[in-house]
Protein backbone atom coordinates (compact mmCIF):
# COMPACT_ATOMS: atom_id res chain seq x y z
CA UNK A 1 0.00 0.00 0.00
CA UNK A 2 1.97 3.31 -1.30
CA UNK A 3 1.14 6.17 1.52
CA UNK A 4 -0.90 9.14 0.23
CA UNK A 5 1.91 11.42 1.42
CA UNK A 6 4.76 9.74 -0.54
CA UNK A 7 7.14 12.58 -2.32
CA UNK A 8 9.81 12.25 -5.18
CA UNK A 9 12.07 12.64 -1.52
CA UNK A 10 11.16 9.49 -0.15
CA UNK A 11 13.79 6.26 -0.26
CA UNK A 12 12.96 4.66 -3.72
CA UNK A 13 11.35 1.59 -2.96
CA UNK A 14 8.47 3.25 -1.36
CA UNK A 15 7.60 5.23 -4.49
CA UNK A 16 4.30 4.62 -6.59
CA UNK A 17 4.85 2.98 -10.29
CA UNK A 18 3.78 5.35 -12.19
CA UNK A 19 2.42 4.25 -15.45
CA UNK A 20 1.87 6.55 -18.66
CA UNK A 21 0.38 4.27 -21.79
CA UNK A 22 0.99 6.16 -25.02
CA UNK A 23 4.08 8.36 -25.30
CA UNK A 24 2.56 11.33 -27.73
CA UNK A 25 3.79 15.40 -26.73
CA UNK A 26 1.17 14.81 -23.61
CA UNK A 27 2.55 11.10 -22.64
CA UNK A 28 6.38 12.72 -23.24
CA UNK A 29 5.89 15.79 -20.93
CA UNK A 30 4.46 13.82 -18.14
CA UNK A 31 7.68 11.55 -18.15
CA UNK A 32 9.92 14.84 -18.54
CA UNK A 33 8.31 16.37 -15.76
CA UNK A 34 7.78 13.37 -13.29
CA UNK A 35 11.05 11.93 -14.15
CA UNK A 36 13.35 15.21 -13.44
CA UNK A 37 10.76 15.44 -9.98
CA UNK A 38 12.82 12.30 -9.18
CA UNK A 39 10.15 9.59 -8.91
CA UNK A 40 12.55 6.57 -9.47
CA UNK A 41 9.49 3.80 -11.21
CA UNK A 42 7.87 5.03 -14.10
CA UNK A 43 6.74 2.66 -16.39
CA UNK A 44 5.90 3.91 -19.82
CA UNK A 45 4.57 2.17 -23.35
CA UNK A 46 3.02 3.01 -26.55
CA UNK A 47 2.20 1.26 -29.59
CA UNK A 48 4.38 -2.23 -29.65
CA UNK A 49 5.94 -1.14 -32.96
CA UNK A 50 7.61 1.53 -31.45
CA UNK A 51 9.06 -0.28 -28.37
CA UNK A 52 12.59 -0.02 -29.74
CA UNK A 53 12.88 3.09 -30.67
CA UNK A 54 11.05 4.04 -27.29
CA UNK A 55 13.35 2.12 -25.90
CA UNK A 56 16.23 4.00 -27.21
CA UNK A 57 15.40 7.20 -26.75
CA UNK A 58 14.70 6.66 -22.72
CA UNK A 59 18.08 4.64 -22.55
CA UNK A 60 19.12 7.58 -20.60
CA UNK A 61 16.29 9.22 -18.76
CA UNK A 62 16.25 8.80 -14.55
CA UNK A 63 13.30 6.42 -13.43
CA UNK A 64 12.01 5.60 -16.79
CA UNK A 65 11.23 2.07 -17.38
CA UNK A 66 9.85 1.67 -21.41
CA UNK A 67 7.48 -2.01 -21.72
CA UNK A 68 5.96 -3.04 -24.95
CA UNK A 69 2.22 -3.05 -23.92
CA UNK A 70 0.29 -1.26 -21.59
CA UNK A 71 -0.21 -5.47 -20.49
CA UNK A 72 3.01 -5.07 -19.14
CA UNK A 73 2.53 -1.19 -17.83
CA UNK A 74 -1.11 -2.30 -16.42
CA UNK A 75 -0.31 -5.17 -14.15
CA UNK A 76 2.60 -3.36 -12.03
CA UNK A 77 1.26 -0.02 -12.00
CA UNK A 78 0.01 1.69 -8.98
CA UNK A 79 -1.18 4.57 -10.78
CA UNK A 80 -1.65 4.57 -15.05
CA UNK A 81 -2.74 7.50 -17.02
CA UNK A 82 -4.17 7.01 -20.54
CA UNK A 83 -2.65 9.58 -22.94
CA UNK A 84 -4.48 8.49 -26.44
CA UNK A 85 -6.61 10.72 -28.51
CA UNK A 86 -10.03 10.57 -27.24
CA UNK A 87 -11.41 8.67 -30.37
CA UNK A 88 -9.06 6.22 -29.53
CA UNK A 89 -9.76 6.07 -25.59
CA UNK A 90 -12.75 3.30 -25.87
CA UNK A 91 -10.55 0.86 -27.95
CA UNK A 92 -7.39 1.26 -25.94
CA UNK A 93 -9.06 0.83 -22.68
CA UNK A 94 -10.71 -2.53 -23.98
CA UNK A 95 -7.26 -3.89 -24.34
CA UNK A 96 -5.87 -2.81 -21.74
CA UNK A 97 -7.91 -2.33 -18.62
CA UNK A 98 -8.52 -5.31 -17.89
CA UNK A 99 -5.14 -5.83 -17.03
CA UNK A 100 -5.28 -3.31 -14.35
CA UNK A 101 -3.36 -4.14 -10.83
CA UNK A 102 -6.13 -4.43 -8.09
CA UNK A 103 -6.71 -1.16 -6.16
CA UNK A 104 -4.46 0.65 -8.74
CA UNK A 105 -5.66 4.44 -9.86
CA UNK A 106 -6.34 5.17 -13.38
CA UNK A 107 -6.72 8.36 -15.22
CA UNK A 108 -7.07 9.92 -18.38
CA UNK A 109 -5.26 13.08 -20.32
CA UNK A 110 -8.32 13.55 -22.86
CA UNK A 111 -9.25 16.96 -23.51
CA UNK A 112 -12.57 15.61 -23.74
CA UNK A 113 -14.38 13.79 -21.14
CA UNK A 114 -17.43 12.10 -21.91
CA UNK A 115 -15.62 9.19 -24.22
CA UNK A 116 -12.94 8.61 -21.05
CA UNK A 117 -15.54 8.32 -18.77
CA UNK A 118 -17.71 5.58 -20.66
CA UNK A 119 -14.44 3.38 -21.27
CA UNK A 120 -13.48 3.31 -18.10
CA UNK A 121 -16.75 2.86 -16.46
CA UNK A 122 -16.99 0.07 -19.63
CA UNK A 123 -13.91 -2.05 -19.26
CA UNK A 124 -12.25 -1.21 -15.60
CA UNK A 125 -12.58 -3.27 -13.37
CA UNK A 126 -14.81 -2.62 -10.42
CA UNK A 127 -11.66 -2.99 -7.61
CA UNK A 128 -9.56 -0.17 -9.26
CA UNK A 129 -10.29 3.58 -8.71
CA UNK A 130 -10.50 6.73 -11.33
CA UNK A 131 -9.14 9.88 -10.56
CA UNK A 132 -8.88 11.38 -13.64
CA UNK A 133 -7.25 14.68 -15.02
CA UNK A 134 -6.48 16.84 -17.50
CA UNK A 135 -3.60 19.34 -17.73
CA UNK A 136 -5.04 22.93 -19.54
CA UNK A 137 -2.33 23.88 -21.99
CA UNK A 138 -0.33 22.34 -24.58
CA UNK A 139 2.84 20.45 -24.13
CA UNK A 140 5.84 23.10 -24.78
CA UNK A 141 4.22 25.07 -21.97
CA UNK A 142 5.51 24.81 -18.59
CA UNK A 143 2.97 23.14 -16.42
CA UNK A 144 4.12 25.77 -13.62
CA UNK A 145 1.18 27.64 -12.56
CA UNK A 146 -0.97 26.07 -15.54
CA UNK A 147 -4.70 24.84 -14.34
CA UNK A 148 -4.34 21.22 -13.76
CA UNK A 149 -7.93 19.27 -13.71
CA UNK A 150 -8.36 16.30 -10.86
CA UNK A 151 -11.25 14.49 -11.43
CA UNK A 152 -11.96 12.52 -8.36
CA UNK A 153 -15.01 10.14 -10.05
CA UNK A 154 -14.93 6.65 -8.32
CA UNK A 155 -12.05 6.51 -5.80
CA UNK A 156 -11.87 7.43 -2.17
CA UNK A 157 -10.01 10.49 -0.98
CA UNK A 158 -6.99 8.85 -0.06
CA UNK A 159 -6.55 7.55 -3.96
CA UNK A 160 -7.01 11.28 -4.47
CA UNK A 161 -4.38 12.53 -2.09
CA UNK A 162 -2.18 10.27 -4.12
CA UNK A 163 -2.27 11.69 -7.31
CA UNK A 164 -1.83 15.00 -6.02
CA UNK A 165 1.53 13.66 -4.19
CA UNK A 166 2.29 12.37 -7.32
CA UNK A 167 1.91 15.65 -9.36
CA UNK A 168 2.34 18.21 -6.76
CA UNK A 169 6.15 18.29 -8.46
CA UNK A 170 5.03 20.11 -11.46
CA UNK A 171 3.84 23.32 -9.84
CA UNK A 172 -0.02 23.44 -11.18
CA UNK A 173 -2.99 24.82 -9.56
CA UNK A 174 -5.25 22.38 -9.24
CA UNK A 175 -8.08 21.97 -10.48
CA UNK A 176 -11.61 20.05 -8.59
CA UNK A 177 -14.40 18.83 -11.29
CA UNK A 178 -16.71 16.21 -12.48
CA UNK A 179 -16.69 14.74 -15.79
CA UNK A 180 -19.88 16.45 -16.89
CA UNK A 181 -18.25 20.43 -15.55
CA UNK A 182 -15.22 19.51 -17.35
CA UNK A 183 -16.57 19.32 -20.52
CA UNK A 184 -18.17 22.35 -20.32
CA UNK A 185 -16.00 24.45 -18.58
CA UNK A 186 -13.24 23.27 -21.74
CA UNK A 187 -15.77 24.23 -24.67
CA UNK A 188 -16.37 27.07 -22.53
CA UNK A 189 -12.64 28.18 -22.36
CA UNK A 190 -11.13 26.15 -26.00
CA UNK A 191 -13.79 25.40 -28.31
CA UNK A 192 -14.67 28.68 -29.59
CA UNK A 193 -11.25 30.33 -28.70
CA UNK A 194 -9.60 27.21 -31.25
CA UNK A 195 -12.34 28.28 -33.86
CA UNK A 196 -11.79 31.49 -33.81
CA UNK A 197 -7.65 31.17 -34.81
CA UNK A 198 -8.60 28.26 -37.07
CA UNK A 199 -10.71 30.63 -38.83
CA UNK A 200 -8.14 33.27 -38.84
CA UNK A 201 -5.67 31.11 -40.75
CA UNK A 202 -8.20 29.52 -43.43
CA UNK A 203 -9.27 32.81 -44.40
CA UNK A 204 -5.89 34.31 -44.55
CA UNK A 205 -4.46 30.99 -46.31
CA UNK A 206 -7.58 31.29 -48.34
CA UNK A 207 -5.99 34.48 -49.85
CA UNK A 208 -2.52 32.85 -50.28
CA UNK A 209 -0.47 35.85 -48.35
CA UNK A 210 0.70 36.35 -44.85
CA UNK A 211 -1.12 39.55 -44.01
CA UNK A 212 1.90 40.17 -41.31
CA UNK A 213 4.55 40.91 -43.68
CA UNK A 214 3.06 43.04 -45.94
CA UNK A 215 2.39 45.77 -42.94
CA UNK A 216 -1.13 44.38 -42.00
CA UNK A 217 -1.82 42.73 -38.73
CA UNK A 218 1.25 43.76 -37.05
CA UNK A 219 1.99 44.79 -33.79
CA UNK A 220 0.07 44.86 -30.60
CA UNK A 221 -3.45 42.92 -30.44
CA UNK A 222 -2.16 41.59 -34.08
CA UNK A 223 0.69 40.01 -32.92
CA UNK A 224 -1.62 38.30 -30.32
CA UNK A 225 -3.43 37.43 -33.09
CA UNK A 226 -0.46 36.09 -35.00
CA UNK A 227 1.34 34.26 -32.99
CA UNK A 228 -1.78 31.92 -31.17
CA UNK A 229 -2.97 30.99 -34.66
CA UNK A 230 0.45 29.63 -35.97
CA UNK A 231 1.09 28.22 -32.77
CA UNK A 232 -2.47 25.95 -33.15
CA UNK A 233 -1.95 24.98 -36.89
CA UNK A 234 2.03 23.60 -35.71
CA UNK A 235 0.26 21.62 -33.21
CA UNK A 236 -1.65 18.17 -34.10
CA UNK A 237 -4.82 18.27 -35.77
CA UNK A 238 -6.52 15.91 -32.87
CA UNK A 239 -5.96 18.27 -30.18
CA UNK A 240 -8.52 20.65 -31.48
CA UNK A 241 -10.61 17.92 -33.65
CA UNK A 242 -11.60 15.77 -30.37
CA UNK A 243 -12.70 18.90 -28.13
CA UNK A 244 -14.77 20.60 -31.00
CA UNK A 245 -16.20 17.06 -32.29
CA UNK A 246 -16.52 14.60 -29.48
CA UNK A 247 -17.71 17.52 -27.04
CA UNK A 248 -21.67 18.00 -27.84
CA UNK A 249 -21.34 21.69 -25.67
CA UNK A 250 -18.27 22.93 -28.13
CA UNK A 251 -20.60 22.55 -30.98
CA UNK A 252 -22.78 24.84 -29.88
CA UNK A 253 -20.68 27.04 -28.98
CA UNK A 254 -18.82 27.20 -32.45
CA UNK A 255 -21.76 27.14 -34.40
CA UNK A 256 -23.19 30.26 -31.92
CA UNK A 257 -19.66 32.47 -33.25
CA UNK A 258 -20.38 31.55 -36.36
CA UNK A 259 -23.88 32.60 -36.27
CA UNK A 260 -22.26 36.16 -34.50
CA UNK A 261 -19.89 37.06 -36.94
CA UNK A 262 -22.39 36.68 -39.72
CA UNK A 263 -24.72 38.62 -38.19
CA UNK A 264 -22.10 41.37 -37.52
CA UNK A 265 -20.54 41.18 -40.71
CA UNK A 266 -24.17 41.63 -42.61
CA UNK A 267 -24.90 44.89 -40.35
CA UNK A 268 -21.30 45.82 -41.69
CA UNK A 269 -22.09 45.42 -45.87
CA UNK A 270 -25.73 47.43 -44.79
CA UNK A 271 -23.37 50.57 -43.49
CA UNK A 272 -25.70 49.90 -39.60
CA UNK A 273 -23.57 51.84 -37.98
CA UNK A 274 -26.18 52.14 -35.17
CA UNK A 275 -27.82 49.04 -35.31
CA UNK A 276 -23.91 47.47 -34.97
CA UNK A 277 -22.77 50.22 -31.98
CA UNK A 278 -25.81 48.65 -30.25
CA UNK A 279 -25.28 44.80 -30.68
CA UNK A 280 -21.65 45.84 -29.91
CA UNK A 281 -22.22 47.53 -26.35
CA UNK A 282 -25.20 45.11 -25.46
CA UNK A 283 -22.49 42.29 -25.70
CA UNK A 284 -19.68 44.59 -23.98
CA UNK A 285 -22.25 45.17 -20.89
CA UNK A 286 -23.02 41.09 -20.58
CA UNK A 287 -19.80 40.13 -21.06
CA UNK A 288 -16.88 42.99 -19.21
CA UNK A 289 -19.91 45.54 -17.08
CA UNK A 290 -19.96 42.72 -14.32
CA UNK A 291 -16.01 42.54 -14.04
CA UNK A 292 -14.67 44.02 -10.84
CA UNK A 293 -12.41 46.96 -11.49
CA UNK A 294 -10.28 46.64 -9.03
CA UNK A 295 -9.24 43.48 -10.89
CA UNK A 296 -5.72 43.96 -13.18
CA UNK A 297 -6.36 43.88 -16.68
CA UNK A 298 -4.83 40.76 -18.61
CA UNK A 299 -3.61 42.08 -21.58
CA UNK A 300 0.26 43.38 -21.68
CA UNK A 301 1.03 46.91 -23.39
CA UNK A 302 1.52 47.54 -27.17
CA UNK A 303 4.98 48.50 -26.88
CA UNK A 304 5.71 44.69 -25.08
CA UNK A 305 4.17 42.80 -27.34
CA UNK A 306 5.76 44.59 -30.02
CA UNK A 307 8.56 42.39 -29.15
CA UNK A 308 6.51 38.99 -29.96
CA UNK A 309 6.31 40.44 -33.92
CA UNK A 310 6.97 37.74 -36.05
CA UNK A 311 9.49 38.84 -38.39
CA UNK A 312 11.03 41.24 -35.81
CA UNK A 313 10.27 44.12 -33.39
CA UNK A 314 7.57 46.76 -35.88
CA UNK A 315 8.99 49.77 -34.49
CA UNK A 316 11.90 48.96 -36.76
CA UNK A 317 9.98 49.35 -39.52
CA UNK A 318 7.05 52.13 -38.46
CA UNK A 319 5.36 50.38 -35.90
CA UNK A 320 1.83 50.80 -36.04
CA UNK A 321 1.63 50.69 -32.10
CA UNK A 322 3.37 52.93 -29.44
CA UNK A 323 3.71 56.47 -30.49
CA UNK A 324 1.81 56.12 -34.19
CA UNK A 325 -1.52 55.20 -34.57
CA UNK A 326 -2.76 51.33 -35.65
CA UNK A 327 -4.02 50.98 -38.43
CA UNK A 328 -7.84 50.98 -38.56
CA UNK A 329 -9.55 47.18 -38.19
CA UNK A 330 -12.77 45.84 -37.66
CA UNK A 331 -11.74 43.17 -35.18
CA UNK A 332 -14.33 41.16 -36.51
CA UNK A 333 -13.20 38.08 -34.99
CA UNK A 334 -12.83 39.82 -31.28
CA UNK A 335 -16.45 41.49 -31.68
CA UNK A 336 -18.02 38.18 -32.96
CA UNK A 337 -16.17 36.37 -30.01
CA UNK A 338 -17.81 38.66 -27.16
CA UNK A 339 -20.91 38.31 -29.31
CA UNK A 340 -20.86 34.75 -28.59
CA UNK A 341 -20.15 34.94 -25.25
CA UNK A 342 -23.25 37.12 -24.53
CA UNK A 343 -25.61 35.23 -26.35
CA UNK A 344 -24.61 31.89 -24.53
CA UNK A 345 -24.57 34.29 -21.63
CA UNK A 346 -20.96 32.61 -20.96
CA UNK A 347 -19.37 34.46 -17.96
CA UNK A 348 -15.56 33.84 -19.21
CA UNK A 349 -13.78 35.81 -16.62
CA UNK A 350 -15.22 32.76 -14.74
CA UNK A 351 -13.24 30.27 -15.98
CA UNK A 352 -10.35 32.54 -16.32
CA UNK A 353 -10.05 32.20 -12.10
CA UNK A 354 -11.34 28.19 -12.90
CA UNK A 355 -9.65 27.04 -15.40
CA UNK A 356 -7.97 29.37 -18.17
CA UNK A 357 -5.47 27.63 -20.53
CA UNK A 358 -2.42 30.41 -21.83
CA UNK A 359 -4.32 31.19 -25.10
CA UNK A 360 -7.38 31.52 -23.81
CA UNK A 361 -6.02 34.02 -20.85
CA UNK A 362 -4.75 35.74 -24.28
CA UNK A 363 -7.66 35.69 -26.28
CA UNK A 364 -9.72 36.66 -23.04
CA UNK A 365 -6.81 39.60 -22.59
CA UNK A 366 -7.04 41.00 -26.12
CA UNK A 367 -10.68 41.17 -26.38
CA UNK A 368 -10.17 43.17 -22.78
CA UNK A 369 -8.33 45.35 -24.22
CA UNK A 370 -10.36 46.18 -26.90
CA UNK A 371 -13.60 46.53 -25.40
CA UNK A 372 -12.72 48.18 -22.51
CA UNK A 373 -11.85 51.34 -24.63
CA UNK A 374 -14.85 53.26 -25.67
CA UNK A 375 -12.05 55.08 -28.00
CA UNK A 376 -10.70 51.66 -29.32
CA UNK A 377 -13.98 49.62 -29.75
CA UNK A 378 -15.79 53.36 -31.22
CA UNK A 379 -13.12 52.88 -33.82
CA UNK A 380 -13.60 49.31 -34.69
CA UNK A 381 -17.38 49.73 -34.90
CA UNK A 382 -16.58 52.94 -37.22
CA UNK A 383 -13.65 51.00 -39.52
CA UNK A 384 -16.06 47.87 -39.68
CA UNK A 385 -18.80 49.93 -40.95
CA UNK A 386 -16.93 52.42 -43.04
CA UNK A 387 -13.65 51.08 -44.16
CA UNK A 388 -13.38 48.91 -46.44
CA UNK A 389 -9.52 48.13 -46.54
CA UNK A 390 -10.41 44.95 -44.54
CA UNK A 391 -13.74 44.03 -45.95
CA UNK A 392 -11.75 40.69 -47.83
CA UNK A 393 -10.47 39.89 -45.23
CA UNK A 394 -13.59 40.23 -43.37
CA UNK A 395 -15.30 38.47 -45.77
CA UNK A 396 -13.28 34.92 -46.04
CA UNK A 397 -13.19 35.08 -42.20
CA UNK A 398 -16.85 34.67 -41.73
CA UNK A 399 -16.95 32.05 -45.37
CA UNK A 400 -13.78 30.59 -43.14
CA UNK A 401 -16.12 30.64 -40.38
CA UNK A 402 -19.01 28.93 -41.89
CA UNK A 403 -16.48 25.75 -43.30
CA UNK A 404 -15.42 25.08 -39.52
CA UNK A 405 -19.06 25.37 -37.97
CA UNK A 406 -19.98 22.91 -40.95
CA UNK A 407 -16.97 20.58 -40.49
CA UNK A 408 -18.28 20.23 -36.18
CA UNK A 409 -21.42 19.42 -37.32
CA UNK A 410 -20.87 16.82 -39.78
CA UNK A 411 -18.90 15.26 -36.90
CA UNK A 412 -16.37 13.89 -39.20
CA UNK A 413 -12.85 13.81 -37.59
CA UNK A 414 -11.27 12.83 -41.19
CA UNK A 415 -12.93 15.89 -42.59
CA UNK A 416 -11.64 17.97 -39.44
CA UNK A 417 -8.00 16.57 -40.22
CA UNK A 418 -8.09 17.20 -43.91
CA UNK A 419 -9.11 20.84 -43.28
CA UNK A 420 -6.95 21.71 -41.05
CA UNK A 421 -3.70 20.19 -42.24
CA UNK A 422 -4.32 21.68 -45.65
CA UNK A 423 -4.46 25.18 -43.94
CA UNK A 424 -1.08 24.48 -41.58
CA UNK A 425 0.52 23.19 -44.91
CA UNK A 426 0.50 27.22 -45.84
CA UNK A 427 1.73 28.14 -42.74
CA UNK A 428 4.48 25.90 -42.27
CA UNK A 429 7.55 27.94 -43.02
CA UNK A 430 6.95 30.46 -40.24
CA UNK A 431 6.15 27.72 -37.58
CA UNK A 432 10.04 27.82 -36.34
CA UNK A 433 9.57 31.39 -35.45
CA UNK A 434 6.42 31.47 -33.93
CA UNK A 435 6.82 28.59 -31.61
CA UNK A 436 10.06 30.32 -30.01
CA UNK A 437 8.30 33.68 -30.07
CA UNK A 438 5.06 32.48 -28.78
CA UNK A 439 6.27 30.38 -25.92
CA UNK A 440 8.14 33.64 -24.74
CA UNK A 441 4.54 35.66 -25.57
CA UNK A 442 2.54 32.81 -23.05
CA UNK A 443 5.47 33.14 -20.31
CA UNK A 444 4.90 37.02 -20.64
CA UNK A 445 0.99 37.34 -20.51
CA UNK A 446 0.97 34.17 -17.68
CA UNK A 447 2.75 36.21 -15.63
CA UNK A 448 0.92 39.35 -16.04
Keep these: MVRTNISPNDPAEEHPTIGLIGMGAMGAMYAK ?29 PGVTVYPDGHAVSRISDFIMYSVEAEYIDRVVSQYGPSTKVGAIVSGQTSV ?42 APDSSLQLVESIFRCFGSRFVYLTYED ?12 HAAFLTMGTAWASQRSYPWEQGQYVGGIETVKVNIMLRIYANKWHVYAGLAILNPSARIQIDQ ?110 AEYLFRSPKRLDSAIRSAVYDVTHRSD ?27 LETASFFET ?18 S
Design 394 to 420: DLEFVIAARGWSQCVSFGSLELYKRRF
Design 257 to 366: YTSSATALFKLMLAGDEEGLRTRIYEAREQVFGTVKTERAPIFLTEDVLDQFTIGGHPKLNGSPTGTSAPPSNSHLALLAMVDCWAHLKIQPFDHLDLAATPIFRMWIGV
Design 113 to 154: KAPEKEAFEKYLPPDVHIVSLHSLHGPTVSPEGQPLVLIQHR
Design 430 to 447: RFEEAGAIGSEMIKAISQ
Design 33 to 61: HLSKAGWKKISVCDLPDKFDSLNLQYANV
Design 182 to 193: HDLVTANVQAVT
